[in-house]
């Protein structure tokens, strides 16, 4: 399987695990029916245990870097791939920062609406110029 394969299969389960209190298990079930390696269902789920454990952390980030939106206005769509992308960028050194933000736009062309690939692409941005200040404040 694809990391990307993989990513959006952790974007689904995020959106289901928000939109429909899943668990885990459950929100990969939804997420994704076919049969998944055990090495790709590890990196799977471990993501996103790692993004719903530091959740209030993600999610007072995006508060900050969304300027006048409060979390709860923000599309489920974007605010699920702001969530994800922002744990790649902030726990997973060996993905680049540019590729993250360029599968979160690739993935807003997809599933959210037409004003959601600018609006990932700059608020991942910006976070990404600010990182070093992010990362101290951790």
């Not at 993989?6 to 939804?30: C, D, H, Q, V, W």
Request: proline share 3%; glycine share 6%; charged share 35%.
């Amino acid at each position: 399987m694809t990391r990307r394969s993989a990513r959006e299969i952790i974007f689904k389960m995020l959106f289901a695990y928000e939109s429909g209190e899943n668990t885990p298990e459950e929100s990969l079930s939804i997420a994704w029916e076919k049969p998944i390696e055990e090495k790709d269902k590890e990196y799977i789920l471990r993501v996103f245990e790692g993004v719903i454990k530091n959740l209030d952390l993600i999610d007072g980030i995006i508060q900050k870097y969304t300027i006048d939106w409060k979390l709860e206005r923000l599309l489920l769509t974007d605010k699920t791939l702001l969530r994800l992308a922002i744990y790649e960028i902030l726990f997973l050194e060996e993905i680049p920062e540019g590729v993250s933000i360029n599968e979160a736009v690739e993935l807003a062309k997809v599933y959210g609406d037409l004003k959601s690939p600018k609006f990932i692409n700059g608020v991942l941005g910006a976070i990404v110029r600010d990182l070093d200040k992010i990362k101290e404040n951790i």
